[in-house]
């Protein structure tokens, strides 16, 4: 009889965490994974995202989505799980802001090379400024993007922005000419970059080089 009851309880028991487990799934509301996002919390971020229903492409009163604001916060563990998920790495904000476009331009490296080994970013999208990953981040002087994206190979590296810009021309024209842009330059040089693209304004990057008075990279636009 004991044995008995015993069965009954764990039944009861079970049955209990699952009404709770099922009231909680039953209570997640729109905008409930960008909070958790935003509290870096991952728990709840995991938990969240099991419900496959769930929108994980939500948006805030700014067009941005969960990944988004986990890459705006270098949340690295939180944007990883969101990749994994699905979670779209090219929908853009209200200011033309994507995933993959933010983590190219502000140097969070870590979610843009896992975003390149486990997602699919779209080449044809581009910032409000209609530069590509790789110009910002060439312009910003994160070397370790520009060399993650020159080795992945799909972003285009002579493509012109607005005004013209490539990223090596931002490079160039738009820095102090120290030493980490140096070393842009020279990656940028290494996988082939138009040396003789010109900007809205006529300028090539040597152009620039020669007016800003930057020997180093004189030279090496010369050879």
Do not use: W
Not at 23 to 33: C, I, N, P, V, Y
Not at 55 to 65: G, L, R, Y
Not at 99 to 106: D, N, P, T
């Amino acid at each position: 009889m004991k044995h008995f009851i015993g069965i009954v309880v764990s039944v009861l028991l079970i049955l209990t965490g699952c009404n709770e487990e099922g009231e909680k799934h039953m209570k997640q509301q729109s905008g409930d994974l960008i909070q958790a996002v935003e509290n870096n919390d991952l728990e709840e971020v995991h938990g969240i995202i099991q419900d496959t229903s769930y929108p994980i492409n939500e948006t805030n009163d700014k067009e941005e989505t969960p990944l988004l604001i986990a890459t705006h916060e270098n949340y690295i563990e939180v944007a990883k799980r969101l990749i994994e998920a699905g979670a779209d790495i090219n929908q853009q904000d209200s200011i033309q802001d994507s995933a993959y476009l933010y983590a190219g331009a502000q140097g969070k490296t870590e979610i843009l090379k896992y975003m390149i080994e486990h997602a699919e970013p779209n080449q044809n999208i581009v910032n409000r400024y209609g530069g590509n990953a790789l110009i910002p981040a060439a312009e910003k002087g994160h070397l370790n993007n520009v060399k993650l994206l020159l080795v992945d190979g799909n972003v285009n590296i002579d493509h012109q922005n607005n005004f013209g810009y490539t990223a090596l021309i931002e490079a160039v024209a738009l820095r102090d000419g120290s030493e980490v842009y140096q070393q842009i330059v020279q990656e940028l040089l290494a996988y082939n970059a138009n040396k003789e693209l010109r900007d809205e304004s006529g300028m090539t990057a040597l152009d620039y080089a020669k007016e800003k008075g930057y020997t180093k990279m004189i030279k090496m636009l010369e050879e």
